[in-house]
């Protein structure tokens, strides 16, 4: 069975301090995407990055980088130099896939990242 | 953003009560969700519509059932509300091709009293 596990519950760090958001996940699949979306305070869900299987290289977007390893089944998300913005609950998440195009996400239970001044 | 409204909004509804959550997208995109966010799961598929009309069961789907009658309106239904389904509900649209990433509504809190 497909499965995504966020170990973290949650995280407190201090402002400017890195933080990394563990993510694994379980598959039979040898195509599968992954995911990382973002929620708020305000409740909203905003996508983040996806990833295929076939494209392990590192992924950097400003702060925030992405470190795909298949050998050992993570997607770990990390936030460099955090800020009190970044303040959410992070979601990894796996897609079932399907060959009608559609896209059935598995998600991990979250993690909490609270960043304080 | 993407064009997606849920309404309502927030909503407390009394056991057996029969709740319609609905989806409005402007996006045209062929793929809708219903997804429940509950507290240390994350969130879990409810059902999901590949087109109109054409829908499928996801994980959490006992107690609730869709329609599809437009693309753009994807209708969420528990025929008699149980306090187990006190939850947030979100709706989400994909568009076609690779698999693309889905885009959420701003949810609804829904209440079982």
């Known amino acids: 069975a497909q499965k995504v596990t966020q170990a973290q519950t949650e995280i407190s760090v201090v402002e400017k301090e890195d933080v990394t958001l563990d993510c694994v996940y379980e598959?039979?699949?040898?195509?599968?995407?992954l995911f990382w979306y973002k929620q708020p305070p305000s409740g909203e869900l905003v996508f983040l990055i996806r990833?295929?299987?076939?494209?392990?290289q590192n992924e950097i977007s400003g702060r925030y980088s992405w470190n795909f390893q298949k050998s050992t089944s993570s997607f770990n998300f990390t936030i460099t130099a955090s800020q009190v913005v970044d303040s959410a609950v992070y979601f990894c998440a796996l897609s079932e896939g399907g060959s009608g195009g559609y896209n059935k996400l598995i998600f991990g239970a979250g993690t909490r990242l609270a960043v304080h001044p | 953003d993407a064009g997606i409204t849920q309404s309502p909004r927030h909503k407390v509804t009394e056991t057996g009560t029969p709740v319609t959550l609905r989806c409005h997208q402007t996006?045209?995109?062929?793929?809708m969700y219903w997804y429940r966010q509950d507290p240390g799961h994350g969130l879990r598929l409810i059902h999901y519509?590949?087109?109109?009309?054409?829908?499928d069961k996801g994980e959490v789907s006992d107690g609730y059932s869709v329609s599809r009658s437009k693309t753009e309106d994807f209708l969420l239904t528990l025929e008699s509300a149980t306090s187990s389904q006190t939850s947030v509900y979100f709706c989400?649209?994909?568009?076609?091709?690779?698999?693309?990433?889905?885009?959420f509504g701003n949810g609804t809190r829904l209440t079982v009293t």
């Open positions: 519509s590949y087109g109109v009309k054409d829908t």
């Open positions: 598959t039979r699949d040898t195509t599968y995407y």
């Open positions: 989400a649209i994909s568009g076609t091709g690779e698999i693309s990433p889905l885009h």
């Open positions: 990833r295929n299987s076939f494209d392990e």
């Open positions: 996006e045209n995109h062929r793929y």
